[in-house]
Nanobody, 130 residues
Framework: QVQLVESGGGLVQTGGSLRLSCAASGRTFGQYAMGWFRQPPGKEREFVAA????????YYTDSVKGRFTISRDRALNTVFLQMNSLRPEDTAVYFC???????????????????????WGQGTQVTVSS
C-alpha cells in the first residue's frame, strides 16, 4: 500500500512559479512509476507529467512542456513538480498518483490515463491569477 500527500499549491500570478511535492509512505516508494494529474474547475482530470520508477524517462502533456519538470528524490520518498511560467489555464487541483505493480516499465501512452494508476493523493489547489 502506498499513501500519497501533496503539498505546495497556492495562489500565484501569471508568469510565476510553484513547486508541488508528493510525499509517499512505504519502503518501496522508489519502485513505483509516478504521475501528476490535474482537474480544472468543471472539467475532467487530465494528465500533466509522469516519471518511470528508475527516473530514466519522463513524460509531459504538450501544454506544459518546457515549463514543468517532474523529478523524484528516493531518499526523501518524494516526487516533485516544478511549475514555471504559470498561466491562468494551469489553474486546477493537482493530484499525484502511483502506478502498480512496482519495478515495472510501462508504455508511453499508458501514462496518460488516470485509470492506469492505483494510488492517489488528496490533491492540492493551484490558482494562477491573470
Amino acid at each position: 500500500q502506498v499513501q500519497l500527500v501533496e503539498s505546495g499549491g497556492g495562489l500565484v500570478q501569471t508568469g510565476g512559479s510553484l513547486r508541488l511535492s508528493c510525499a509517499a509512505s512505504g519502503r518501496t516508494f522508489g519502485q513505483y512509476a509516478m504521475g501528476w494529474f490535474r482537474q480544472p474547475p468543471g472539467k475532467e482530470r487530465e494528465f500533466v507529467a509522469a516519471i518511470d520508477w528508475t527516473a530514466s524517462s519522463t513524460y509531459y502533456t504538450d501544454s506544459v512542456k518546457g515549463r514543468f519538470t517532474i523529478s523524484r528524490d528516493r531518499a526523501l520518498n518524494t516526487v516533485f513538480l516544478q511549475m514555471n511560467s504559470l498561466r491562468p489555464e494551469d489553474t486546477a487541483v493537482y493530484f499525484c498518483a502511483a502506478r502498480a505493480p512496482p519495478n515495472r516499465y510501462f508504455s508511453r501512452s499508458s501514462y496518460y490515463s488516470p485509470t492506469e494508476y492505483a494510488y492517489w493523493g488528496q490533491g492540492t489547489q493551484v490558482t494562477v491569477s491573470s
